[in-house]
């Protein structure tokens, strides 16, 4: 087996996963994202371990470790999210940033509430 083939794959699978991370906004895509990339890692795992032809087989290992860590990742990451969903809202990366809860004497007054409030 030549070892172009899976690596060039696992490149394009890798990128496609990148662009994923820095272009959306939806949280769940994030997430698919960076399981893309998980996955490409995995593919190179397996692709050298049989170019090397390893006797242990650590590469095949390495990926079952890895794929356990993503699916709790995953399950971790997914909880969050839709408990985020259903506090804000939303599930767009770019109004999360600031996680802090505003509580009624964090909220801007109008200007009339304000001078009533310092008489």
């Not at 899976?6 to 496609?16: E, G, I, R, S």
């Not at 895509?29 to 050298?48: C, P, Q, R």
Request: aromatic fraction near 6%; charged fraction near 15%.
């Amino acid at each position: 087996m030549h070892l172009a083939y899976p690596a060039v794959l696992a490149a394009l699978l890798f990128c496609v996963g990148l662009y994923g991370v820095l272009a959306r906004r939806n949280a769940i895509l994030v997430l698919m994202s960076v399981e893309l990339m998980l996955n490409a890692v995995n593919l190179n795992l397996v692709a050298f371990d049989v170019w090397l032809r390893d006797a242990l087989h650590a590469g095949q290992a390495l990926t079952l470790f890895t794929i356990a860590i993503a699916a709790a990742e995953i399950g971790i990451g997914l909880a969050i999210v839709l408990m985020v969903y259903r506090n804000r809202g939303t599930a767009d990366v770019d109004r999360l940033r600031d996680t802090a809860e505003t509580g009624a004497a964090d909220q801007p007054q109008p200007a009339d509430e304000k001078a009533e409030a310092t008489a």
